[in-house]
């Protein structure tokens, strides 16, 4: 039988393996971009480590604002204002609850006037968090759903979700202004030197070094999205797991989660760069979306996988119909 430690043991591997497939991209496609851009100048090797450092440190840079300051824009753009106990008392038990079973501090608390029932969590580490949840969330869920919610919320704080998903934005990041600056280069200089190449002798390497950094930058928005996608998958059913270790009540969630694909309103302040973060995809019910490209896991998957920690028997499949049919 499945168990929350095994859960997070094999999402951490998986999510470990995927990184290092981004950074592995990375690495091909610098060098590829550089050593086509170099070749026939005796440096093409220089070229390309050079193409792939700079890269790097580009990204690196990009980082680096986004992790002091992106929890605030996030916050600001989702329109999430900070509230105290006072104003929110039972809002700021279960958070407390779940910051002591975690053993983190005490995040900051938002809200977000929506009647859409959601939330998430931002932050670079469990010292500088905040989790934001939507007044609906609020209004529809019993305090136990609420819990299993919070929970969830928890854990990618404490799981180092968010700096983990920055790292990888930012390698995907890198990957795509290596694609850029390749396409453009390749407009506007890729015959000058290809052609002395060709005269010479060294045209038909050329060409194949160019069709490979063209294949390679067009996959790559394909491949980074892929990417994205998949490391997001992998943190929310860690983050299932985990919630179920601080709560010790997989019903909870298993039925916040039921609520929450059951529910027909839409999101207003969310979009593309921010849907991730959300406990369910709030994009999702403003229409279709391939599954391929989902940030977030089938929701019948998650309670199953839920369901499993206690050795149930997975929904029934009208059940799973209705909820596949509802996200």
């Given at each position: 039988?499945?168990?929350?430690?095994?859960?997070?043991?094999?999402?951490?591997?998986?999510?470990?393996?995927?990184?290092?497939?981004?950074?592995?991209?990375?690495?091909?496609?610098?060098?590829?971009?550089?050593?086509?851009?170099?070749?026939?100048?005796?440096?093409?090797?220089a070229?390309?480590?050079g193409?792939?450092?700079?890269?790097?440190?580009?990204?690196?840079?990009?980082?680096?604002?986004?992790?002091?300051?992106?929890?605030?824009?996030?916050?600001?753009?989702?329109?999430?204002?900070?509230?105290?106990?006072?104003?929110?008392?039972?809002?700021?038990?279960?958070?407390t609850?779940?910051?002591?079973?975690?053993?983190?501090?005490?995040?900051?608390?938002?809200?977000?006037?929506?009647?859409?029932?959601?939330a998430?969590?931002t932050?670079?580490?469990?010292?500088?968090?905040?989790?934001?949840?939507?007044?609906?969330?609020?209004?529809?869920?019993?305090?136990?759903?609420?819990?299993?919610?919070?929970?969830?919320e928890?854990?990618?704080?404490?799981?180092?979700?968010?700096?983990?998903?920055?790292?990888?934005?930012?390698?995907?990041?890198?990957?795509?202004?290596?694609?850029?600056?390749?396409?453009?280069?390749?407009?506007?200089?890729?015959?000058?030197?290809?052609?002395?190449?060709?005269?010479?002798?060294?045209?038909?390497?050329?060409?194949?070094?160019?069709?490979?950094?063209?294949?390679?930058?067009?996959?790559?928005?394909?491949?980074?999205?892929?990417?994205?996608?998949?490391?997001?998958?992998?943190r929310?059913?860690?983050?299932?797991?985990?919630?179920?270790e601080?709560?010790?009540?997989?019903?909870g969630?298993?039925?916040?989660?039921?609520?929450?694909?059951?529910?027909?309103?839409?999101?207003?302040?969310?979009?593309?760069?921010?849907?991730?973060?959300?406990?369910?995809?709030?994009?999702?019910k403003?229409?279709g979306?391939?599954?391929?490209?989902?940030?977030?896991?089938?929701?019948?998957?998650?309670?199953?996988?839920?369901?499993?920690?206690?050795?149930?028997?997975?929904?029934?499949?009208?059940?799973?119909?209705?909820?596949?049919?509802?996200?």
């Amino acid at each position: 039988m499945a168990t929350f430690y095994s859960e997070e043991s094999a999402n951490r591997r998986n999510s470990i393996f995927l990184l290092i497939i981004v950074i592995l991209f990375l690495a091909v496609f610098g060098f590829v971009i550089g050593y086509s851009i170099g070749y026939g100048s005796g440096q093409e090797v220089a070229f390309g480590v050079g193409a792939l450092v700079i890269a790097v440190v580009i990204g690196s840079i990009s980082g680096v604002f986004s992790y002091f300051g992106g929890d605030k824009l996030v916050l600001a753009s989702s329109h999430a204002h900070e509230v105290t106990a006072e104003q929110a008392p039972q809002l700021f038990n279960v958070v407390t609850e779940m910051s002591l079973a975690a053993g983190i501090p005490m995040p900051r608390v938002y809200i977000i006037d929506d009647p859409s029932p959601n939330a998430f969590a931002t932050g670079r580490d469990p010292k500088h968090s905040s989790i934001a949840v939507t007044t609906g969330l609020l209004q529809k869920m019993n305090r136990e759903e609420l819990q299993g919610v919070l929970g969830h919320e928890m854990s990618h704080i404490r799981n180092y979700d968010i700096r983990f998903t920055l790292l990888v934005g930012v390698m995907v990041g890198s990957i795509a202004l290596l694609a850029g600056f390749f396409l453009r280069y390749t407009f506007w200089f890729g015959g000058g030197r290809r052609g002395n190449n060709r005269d010479s002798g060294g045209g038909g390497l050329a060409i194949v070094l160019l069709l490979v950094g063209l294949v390679m930058a067009a996959l790559s928005y394909f491949f980074g999205a892929l990417v994205q996608m998949a490391v997001s998958r992998q943190r929310e059913y860690l983050a299932d797991a985990s919630s179920v270790e601080l709560t010790r009540n997989p019903s909870g969630l298993e039925s916040a989660l039921a609520k929450l694909a059951s529910d027909r309103e839409s999101l207003h302040s969310v979009n593309g760069a921010t849907q991730h973060l959300y406990i369910v995809n709030p994009l999702k019910k403003l229409g279709g979306g391939s599954a391929l490209f989902s940030t977030h896991p089938p929701i019948v998957d998650r309670i199953n996988r839920l369901r499993a920690l206690t050795g149930e028997a997975p929904i029934d499949p009208a059940t799973a119909r209705q909820l596949s049919g509802m996200e």
